[in-house]
């Protein structure tokens, strides 16, 4: 799909991505191709703290399940592991994720009494596979947006959205984005399959209206390849999570400047449309709220921010 002027959607799947640090992954979009990062280069330690360790078992919410998935005790989650705070390997790929994404499962996962059955997959690969049955549900970050609930079941648990960030030190880009307009003539890296991508290219023709030089997007389908495009000076501004964003502006060695927010999402755990699991893992989100354990990991990973009052089965997007 061409862009206003000369801006062509790129796809760049790059090996730079190898030398970054996994927390200079921003997209939390990611795929799990990219090569892991050589040892020297390992993100620091998850937070110690360990809020799951103590969930429980409710047999009350269990029962909510149905018999077949109660009788095998395990559900199967396709999860998108990119950058923290959502989801990263601190570890490298060999070893178990960490993150805000993966804690709030695990979690669910106990109050309902099942096992997560983990494999990494792709961002963009994710909601397509739940038709199929691959997975009995998906985790990357995943907004809930108009279009994707024709297809898409969410159960909500946490509130993030769209932001951008910019190289420390950047003069073309200074202040908040509240409109497209502001991007006119920049060059924009951001993550495949994502919100961020859907939205820059449905609002392509701001500028020209505006009588102004369109921005250029660039789509990046590998984690942290969009990092050492913004660092290497060939993207401008980077559209990805605002936790992300914040989180990785919090890291010197990113050298990156967070802009603030753009628009609000809330994000939710992804089931194919008309599930039979979404009453139990709504029941297993609030009950979390509710006991404090979802306080305790959104504190864990700094995303106290996000927190919603209550989960939610396809609540509509946020205008």
Request: aromatic share 6%; hydrophobic share 40%.
């Amino acid at each position: 799909m061409n862009l206003p002027g000369n801006g062509i959607r790129t796809r760049l799947r790059t090996t730079a991505a190898i030398a970054l640090l996994p927390l200079l992954a921003l997209t939390a979009c990611g795929s799990t191709g990219a090569a892991p990062a050589p040892a020297a280069a390992q993100a620091s330690p998850p937070p110690a703290d360990d809020p799951v360790a103590g969930v429980r078992t409710v047999d009350s919410i269990a029962a909510l399940l149905p018999a077949a998935v109660r009788q095998a005790a395990t559900l199967r989650v396709g999860s998108s592991i990119g950058s923290p705070p959502s989801a990263y390997y601190p570890n490298g790929q060999d070893k178990p994720p960490a993150g805000q994404d993966i804690d709030i499962a695990d979690a669910v996962a106990k109050v309902l009494g099942v096992r997560l059955e983990r494999q990494g997959a792709s961002f963009e690969t994710i909601l397509p596979a739940l038709g199929s049955g691959k997975y009995d549900f998906g985790t990357g970050n995943f907004g809930v947006t108009a279009e994707r609930l024709r297809s898409i079941d969410f159960v909500t648990y946490v509130n993030d959205g769209q932001g951008f960030a910019v190289k420390t030190g950047n003069t073309r880009l200074t202040t908040q984005v509240s409109d497209l307009t502001q991007l006119c003539g920049l060059t924009i890296g951001t993550g495949a399959g994502t919100t961020f991508e859907k939205t820059l290219t449905s609002k392509q023709g701001v500028c020209t209206d505006a009588g102004k030089k369109p921005y250029e997007v660039k789509v990046f389908a590998e984690p942290g390849a969009v990092t050492t495009a913004l660092q290497q000076g060939r993207i401008d501004v980077v559209m990805s999570t605002i936790n992300g964003l914040r989180h990785q502006a919090a890291q010197p060695a990113a050298q990156t400047t967070f802009l603030g927010e753009y628009h609000r999402l809330d994000v939710g755990f992804a089931f194919k449309k008309g599930s039979p699991l979404t009453p139990a893992v709504q029941a297993a989100v609030n009950e979390l709220i509710k006991d404090g354990t979802y306080e305790r990991i959104l504190k864990k990973w700094g995303t106290t921010a996000s927190a919603v009052d209550t989960s939610q089965i396809n609540p509509a997007e946020h205008t």
